[in-house]
């Protein structure tokens, strides 16, 4: 494994790898799907998410949608399933952008980083971090570094001794320490969330 090499250099860091299994990344399809997806779980436990979604794909009979079904799926029949106004619209937003700017899994893939960044947070309901984790855990980007997540920051600011009074200072040395870590932050993120849930 690469990256436990590199990301070990850093002592602190070191600490929770020695500890954990080797993470991994994969790639997923239907991205305007995930990115519905992951507006869908906001503020949500995983496994209240989990069933949202169940029953968001049992209206389309089990199968993915595709960003033409959710646009001709009513406003009603959405907001159904248990997702708030301003969820049902976002949801929706990201379909009729996803349509309209022919968004492709094979288009997306050849955008890097902050391109993609800068495309989707044009949609009304979509900020940075939703799609900070969209580059994480849809198309496996290596190098995202999520540092408005709140259990990053929680696990930092415990692991690294950080003040946080200050937010502006405590997100700035929050980027000094994972600047270290690149070309893998990604799997920083992914190891201190699971330390912080252990």
């Keep these: ?81 248990g997702l708030s106004h301003a969820k049902t619209t976002y949801v929706q937003n990201v379909a009729r952008f996803a349509t309209e700017n022919k968004l492709t899994d094979a288009r997306l893939k050849k955008m890097s980083d902050e391109d993609i960044i800068e495309l989707l947070t044009q949609i009304k309901g979509v900020g940075r971090w939703t799609v900070e984790m969209l580059l994480m855990f849809t198309l496996g980007r290596e190098d995202v570094f999520a540092v408005d997540d709140y259990g990053i920051q929680v696990a930092m600011k415990k692991l690294y001794k950080l003040d946080d009074t200050n937010k502006k200072e405590f997100k700035q040395k929050m980027q000094t320490i994972a600047a270290k870590w690149a070309p893998y932050r990604t799997y920083a993120c992914l190891h201190l969330w699971r330390w912080k849930d252990s």
Aim: aromatic share 6%.
């Design 1 to 81: 494994m690469d990256y436990i090499d590199h990301l070990s250099k850093d002592r602190t860091l070191r600490k929770v790898l020695i500890e954990q299994d080797p993470v991994e990344m994969r790639q997923r399809k239907n991205i305007p799907l995930r990115l519905c997806a992951s507006i869908m779980s906001q503020q949500l436990s995983t496994k209240v998410a989990e069933v949202l979604f169940r029953r968001f794909l049992e209206l389309y009979g089990g199968k993915e949608p595709t960003p033409q079904q959710i646009v001709d799926t009513p406003y009603d029949t959405l907001k159904g399933i």
